[in-house]
């Protein structure tokens, strides 16, 4: 599969943009894909991390209005996806695209201008699919919310770690300043001099991107005596967060890095298109939004640090709130959507999605039916407080995945991966498969099969199953699994 991403990145523009495409870029490679950037000149130097990964990168030197046809020219077998993030592009630009691009996916925060797409994520807290009814068509799947919010797996692996206890308080804050990869009007020394005002003993890091306005200036200012550390286009951000107590920070795509690892946050808007992000966020207590000019900002800032400092329950509940918000597992459902669907005898297909917590009840429903329960390892029927705990610990397990068959619009069954060696990242997983009575016959079970194969094309699957289950082990062996030892069927690598 061929995904080219266009997005850009600039001094007043940020980075953002290429880094959460790069976000699910670097998912895709990992399933196989090959993904590629169309980017405007200068864009690979704002963003080292674009410029040093193995992607594909196309600068692009025409005018907008003939963009189409360049792309066209560079990959004229056509792709399988274009991803489209980009705030001056919109249905004439992806129009124009089609007859190269065979599926187009957008990604969009400000839900302001039409598009022509098949698939459209916007990853704004609390976004609604009205707030896309006339500019999207009827057609488009539209995927919305902090659910969908693409980042980089550090960030999901690290936040198994929360909820974070509450700091005491006669500790140092551990302060982590990050406003953005180029920070333009140099807030950054602005939150810095908030810092020294506010009087609060703080341990302080200081992030800045390769593209940072005022580099040379902030280096010899974080090498003084102030104590701060400066940490420029690191590779460790998961850590730096995970070890902050409190951020300064802008309202736009690494709001979501912080609420994933449940860092609250002393949050600026520095663009017009932040003004929603930081608005939903107040509403629900997960930061604190200081607005003015610089000397009343730096002044709101220093205030809010002395509060916070002072009240580490505050703190604790921020953060709380922050984690509730966003779970670190957009790319994955992004993916999974990206996948092409799996075909039925019936030609309705199969998709697979993420569970989520309003499955639980259809999953116990199936647990409870003695048709399936007969054919478990464990024939006991679970409680619903037994199904309860088992569903959350899975929901939360770093080594399992469990997925719902959507079989057109209808729920058609659960396909759950466990991960046979939590050591190993690639490893072994073990498959277990339930499909609903009502949408058995039309290779529903099958499908889904084919569709994980698909989806983690480099991995060895496994399934047990009791020997007289006739129609389970007929049902791995048509998609290619064959017997391994005892009563295990294995499947390997594409």
Same mark, same amino acid.
């Given at each position: ?102 599926? !187009? ?36 799947? $539209? ?51 908030? $810092? ?18 005022? %580099? ?51 949050? $600026? ?50 953060? =709380?709130?922050?984690?509730? %918000? ?27 999605? %993420? ?7 259809? %999953? ?68 277990? !498969? ?52 005892? =009563? ?7």
């Amino acid at each position: 599969m061929l995904a080219i991403f266009r997005a850009d990145a600039s001094r007043r523009v940020g980075s953002g943009h290429i880094m959460r495409c790069k976000t699910l870029a670097d998912s895709l490679a990992t399933v196989g894909w090959h993904c590629g950037f169309a980017v405007g000149s200068g864009s690979p130097d704002l963003v080292p991390a674009l410029a040093e990964s193995t992607h594909e990168i196309f600068t692009i030197t025409c005018d907008a209005a003939d963009e189409a046809e360049m792309l066209s020219r560079r990959w004229p077998n056509g792709v399988d996806w274009l991803i489209v993030d980009h705030y001056q592009r919109d249905r004439r630009f992806e129009t124009a695209c089609r007859p190269w691009a065979r599926k !187009i996916m957008v990604l969009d925060d400000l839900a302001d201008r039409p598009h022509d797409c098949d698939l459209l994520l916007d990853q704004t807290l609390d976004r609604k699919a009205e707030d896309y009814a006339e500019w999207s068509t009827p057609d488009c799947h $539209l995927l919305l919310g902090t659910d969908y919010a693409l980042l980089r797996p550090e960030f999901r692996a690290r936040r198994k770690d929360h909820p974070r206890p509450a700091s005491p308080i006669q500790r140092k804050l551990r302060v982590l300043v990050t406003l953005g990869g180029t920070d333009p009007d140099n807030m950054t020394e602005t939150c810095l001099d908030a $810092l020294q005002q506010s009087g609060i003993s703080a341990e302080v890091d200081v992030v800045a991107g390769q593209g940072f306005a005022s %580099l040379d200036r902030l280096r010899k200012r974080c090498e003084s005596p102030e104590g701060f550390r400066l940490h420029v286009s690191p590779h460790n951000m998961g850590e730096l967060m995970a070890e902050a107590d409190l951020s300064i920070g802008a309202a736009g795509t690494t709001s979501w890095e912080r609420c994933c690892l449940g860092l609250p946050t002393i949050m $600026l808007v520095l663009a017009d298109n932040q003004q929603e992000n930081a608005r939903q966020l107040s509403a629900v207590g997960a930061v604190k939004v200081i607005d003015g000019d610089n000397a009343d900002t730096a002044r709101g800032i220093a205030e809010a640090l002395k509060e916070l400092d002072e009240d580490r329950a505050s703190l604790h509940q921020m953060s =709380n709130k922050a984690a509730a %918000l966003c779970d670190g597992q957009g790319s994955l459902r992004a993916i999974l959507a990206l996948l092409p669907e799996q075909p039925t005898r019936d030609g309705i297909g199969v998709q697979l999605r %993420l569970a989520e917590a309003k499955d639980e009840a259809i %999953l116990l429903y199936w647990q409870q039916q003695p048709s399936i329960r007969a054919l478990a390892r464990n024939p006991a029927v679970p409680t619903e407080a037994e199904h309860r705990a088992w569903f959350w610990n899975r929901l939360r397990s770093e080594n399992c995945f469990i997925t719902l068959i959507e079989h057109g619009r209808d729920v058609a069954g659960m396909l759950r991966l466990d991960r046979l060696d939590t050591a190993d990242r690639q490893g072994v997983f073990e498959v277990s !498969i339930v499909v609903d009575d009502q949408h058995r016959g039309v290779g529903v079970g099958l499908a889904a099969l084919r569709q994980i194969r698909v989806w983690m094309p480099d991995v060895e699957f496994r399934a047990e199953t009791l020997p007289d289950n006739h129609p389970s082990i007929a049902l791995f062996r048509s998609a290619g699994y064959r017997p391994f030892k005892d =009563n295990l069927l294995h499947s390997t690598a594409a």
